[in-house]
């Protein structure tokens, strides 16, 4: 049977908009979502180019050829104002687990011709039936016997391990490898029993999609239970039952394709998904799939006419290149358009960038730095160093998530070349430097990174982000503020500006403040009316002329993250104001807006950074924890490189 999806189903419509512009005369297509249908489910056609309002029957066909043998099923079926048309097709029984090539076609309603029908548009189907053989077929066999599973119907990209279980214990595991196609057909060959452990009792032999065994309530699996006699590898086996379930319980891993879902590994990094159905007014929810499981990823509001896009869904790996992705949405009559695409993300091969001093002087200081271009963190690769003439060291190098850049201090005592290897994902990057060759001294620019204590750590990471380029000074004084009246900050601005010269400052204060201060008149002004607002952005500017030195300089003024606490937000409020009045128009300065970044809608300890939720706030509900610093650092190294 085939059931009509609507005048213009969603995938037709979508897939219609991406192809060429076609007219009524232009030769129709049709496109099947997928590759593989399975006896007993649904599948998905989609068609464009057909004449608008054209009336027609769709054809499920025996054979590969859509002019030879009868139908098996056919329906009428009419393209939309546009020409476009959408059907859902019953998968017909292929009476074997193996594919079968059939094709689908559609006939003008009615067809005219006398003798060979006339052919709209056809296309061939693979078509196959789920289910698990193995061979040799008997009641009985040894524990030495090796055999040859076939299994089809799983989902593309499922990954498959045996577990052998006995006395509630698993005894041993073997990977058998991943279905390919998209007809989820995966072949393999598995002893009876694990070698070594052949022993009486009760057996089970598990086949799920997770490397460490749990019973799957929901996701795919294989179980066989066995009886053995006796030990070793002529033990006597019994075979009992064979149960399976080939797809996972969630039907949204498994429902046909009625909307069109893209995904594109842009930019560097980070992966995109777009749900391009028409779900005006619709939550499209968005996972991942991976193996036999859904992982969501996020929500986005559909609106009218407007694609639901969500931006940096998750981020690329160095174990999974091939990445697949799912989103549905419920419409407004009930029905749920679900759609799934699929990304190729490059290797890890250059991932990671090595730098370190092609030479320096015997006994000096080397930093090694590696950076992750990817810059997503959550990594441990392996660094090993290699003196001359002397053993390889090789220790894990820790990225934690959100971290783009580790580093590696050592003292060289030892002339000659030393070789650099970093080890990740079965990949290796390398690099030398000599020691005992003078070094040549280039001058960089300085960077002053000062500021309270919410500078700590970001002064840090920044030095690590414009090594290559800069050096970054700190000059961090916790506990001080612009209002607090034991430390004259408008003094230390004019000191700092005239005894380093910095080509950059980069600021960050305004924990501690909020005290009561006197302006140039005489009046004391309490926080946090306009008044106060008002001085604190004259001294805040009065520090910016400092810094900018008459132009030679440039300002990065950031403002605070807003803090948990209430009775500090509103102080945070206040010197984030009198900061944006104070950098308003003024060449050179520039305002970088953490608190948008870190806290759009209020406080938040998580935010969601390059596709996960990282936690960024310190424990005091104040300062940002290394994890908010490196990505704090990287905003403001970013602008400072763009910066003329």
Same mark, same amino acid.
């Given at each position: ?69 009868? *139908? ?28 079968? /090539? ?13 003798? =060979? ?21 008997? +009641?009985? $066999? ?29 005894? +041993? ?74 797809? *996972? ?17 842009? *930019? ?21 799939? =991976? ?40 419409? +407004? ?12 993300? !490059? ?9 370190? !001093? ?20 959550? =990594? ?31 003292? +060289? ?62 000059? /961090? ?85 807003? *803090? ?48 996960? $939720? ?7 509900? =104040? ?22």
């Amino acid at each position: 049977m085939i059931r009509v999806v609507g005048a213009c189903a969603a995938l037709a419509c979508a897939v219609a908009m991406l192809l060429a512009p076609m007219t009524a005369s232009a030769q129709p297509a049709l496109a099947l979502a997928g590759a593989c249908g399975f006896a007993g489910t649904q599948f998905a056609l989609s068609g464009s180019g057909f004449a608008p309002r054209e009336r027609t029957v769709v054809e499920v066909m025996s054979t590969v050829d859509p002019l030879a043998g009868a *139908p098996l099923s056919s329906t009428a079926a009419t393209a939309d104002g546009a020409g476009d048309l959408g059907v859902l097709l019953d998968v017909p029984a292929t009476g074997a687990s193996d594919r079968v /090539v059939r094709s689908v076609r559609v006939r003008p309603n009615p067809d005219r011709s006398l003798g =060979i029908p006339t052919l709209l548009a056809g296309a061939p189907w693979t078509t196959a039936t789920r289910g698990v053989t193995i061979a040799p077929q008997a +009641a009985r $066999g040894r524990g030495a016997t090796i055999e040859r599973w076939s299994m089809t119907g799983l989902l593309e990209g499922t990954r498959l391990w045996a577990h052998y279980r006995h006395g509630a214990k698993t005894v +041993a595991r073997v990977a058998l490898g991943m279905a390919k196609d998209a007809c989820g057909r995966l072949r393999f060959a598995l002893r009876t029993l694990p070698r070594g452990h052949e022993r009486p009792g009760t057996w089970d032999v598990w086949l799920t999609a997770k490397s460490a065994f749990r019973v799957p309530s929901k996701g795919v699996y294989v179980r066989r239970s066995m009886k053995v006699a006796g030990s070793g590898s002529e033990a006597r086996v019994t075979f009992g039952s064979l149960r399976a379930r080939l797809v *996972p319980s969630d039907p949204r891993a498994v429902a046909p394709s009625s909307a069109l879902v893209k995904a594109d590994a842009n *930019p560097i990094g980070v992966i995109r998904t777009v749900f391009l159905g028409r779900a005006p007014g619709a939550a499209v929810d968005f996972f991942e799939r =991976i193996d036999d499981r859904l992982k969501p990823l996020g929500r986005v509001q559909g609106t009218l006419g407007v694609p639901a896009v969500l931006e940096e869904a998750t981020t690329w790996s160095c174990s999974r290149r091939i990445r697949r992705f799912v989103a549905s949405a419920t419409l +407004a009559d009930g029905t749920v358009a679900t759609g799934a695409a699929t990304v190729r993300t !490059p290797s890890c091969a250059k991932r990671f960038r090595i730098r370190v !001093p092609p030479r320096t002087a015997l006994n000096g200081e080397v930093v090694v730095r590696v950076i992750d271009r990817w810059g997503n963190g959550a =990594i441990t690769p392996t660094l090993c160093l290699t003196p001359p003439k002397r053993e390889r060291r090789c220790e894990p190098l820790v990225f934690p998530s959100a971290v783009t850049i580790a580093t590696r201090r050592l003292r +060289a005592r030892t002339r000659g070349t030393w070789h650099v290897e970093l080890r990740v994902a079965g990949r290796r990057m390398r690099t030398t430097f000599t020691v005992g060759a003078q070094a040549v001294a280039r001058p960089r620019p300085l960077v002053l990174a000062t500021g309270d204590s919410m500078m700590l750590g970001i002064e840090r990471f920044l030095a690590d982000e414009l090594a290559a380029t800069v050096r970054v000074r700190s000059d /961090v004084r916790p506990g001080t503020g612009i209002s607090k009246p034991t430390r004259d900050w408008l003094a230390i601005a004019a000191g700092q500006a005239a005894d380093l010269r910095p080509r950059d400052t980069v600021m960050l204060i305004g924990a501690a403040d909020g005290y009561v201060m006197i302006t140039p008149e005489g009046l004391w002004v309490e926080c946090c009316g306009e008044p106060w607002i008002a001085e604190y952005a004259r001294r805040v500017q009065l520090m910016m002329q400092s810094y900018l030195q008459l132009g030679r300089g440039r300002v990065f003024w950031a403002t605070l993250p807003l *803090p948990r606490a209430e009775e500090r937000l509103v102080v945070s409020r206040a010197v984030n104001l009198a900061v944006e009045r104070a950098g308003a128009g003024v060449p050179g300065v520039h305002v970088v807006r953490l608190d948008l970044l870190f806290s759009p809608g209020g406080f938040s300890e998580v935010m969601r950074y390059r596709g996960a $939720g990282v936690v960024v706030r310190d424990e005091d509900g =104040i300062h940002l924890n290394f994890r908010g610093q490196a990505i704090a650092a990287k905003l403001i190294a970013e602008l400072i490189r763009r910066a003329r």
